[in-house]
């Protein structure tokens, strides 16, 4: 079992940044690949980024591409999200999700683990 929780998220203008943070806790974090989704009221969750367990491959959802940032330290148990030039169209609730090596990153049912969520929410 893995247990993740995120933190970070917050209120912040359009033009903004956040970082949000998703720390496990449980079996060996550095196998497993991980995700990161939002889900905004109304709406499908959607994929947003992902990591591989090294931290050597990332891939991002074409609206977050150049604006958001992946990334892991492993020694801490962590997987980061850099946000910037925030969009109100960023606003969702933001789950990050671990997944065994094997099957695509973007899907949502490839993964094995989720946290809770942070919530994201950007004013114009």
């Known amino acids: 079992q893995v247990q993740l929780v995120e933190s970070g998220g917050g209120l912040v203008q359009a033009g903004g940044s956040l970082k949000l943070s998703c720390v496990a806790s449980?079996?060996?974090?550095?196998?497993?690949?991980v995700g990161w989704f939002r889900q905004a009221p109304g709406k499908e969750r959607e994929f947003v980024a992902a990591?591989?367990?090294?931290?050597?491959?990332?891939s991002y959802a074409d609206s977050v591409k150049g604006r958001f940032t992946i990334s892991r330290d492993n020694a801490q148990n962590t997987v980061y999200l850099q946000m910037n030039s925030l969009k109100p169209e960023d606003t969702a609730v933001y789950h990050c999700a671990a997944k065994r090596p094997g099957s695509t990153w973007s899907t949502a049912t490839s993964y094995d683990y989720w946290g809770q969520g942070t919530q994201v929410t950007i004013s114009s």
């Open positions: 449980g079996r060996a974090f550095n196998i497993y690949h």
């Open positions: 990591i591989s367990w090294s931290g050597g491959s990332t």
